[in-house]
């Protein structure tokens, strides 16, 4: 399993968990979507991230 699935797989797992507090943080709504949709972006980021360099550290 490559590391952006990994990453993706715990970072939803995390939201979902955390979705009622974080809803009541943001106060739902616009806001939370846009909060939602910014850290979904930012999970996919960080394992292309990873997943890069991951490929550039195991070629010779």
Not at 37 to 48: N, P, S, T
Request: zero cysteines; charged letters at 15%.
């Amino acid at each position: 399993m490559k590391p952006s699935a990994v990453i993706h797989l715990v970072g939803v797992v995390a939201f979902g968990l955390l979705y009622t507090p974080f809803k009541t943080l943001t106060g739902g709504g616009a806001q939370m979507l846009a909060s939602a949709i910014v850290y979904l972006l930012a999970l996919r980021l960080l394992g292309q991230v990873l997943d890069r360099r991951i490929d550039r550290h195991d070629k010779p």
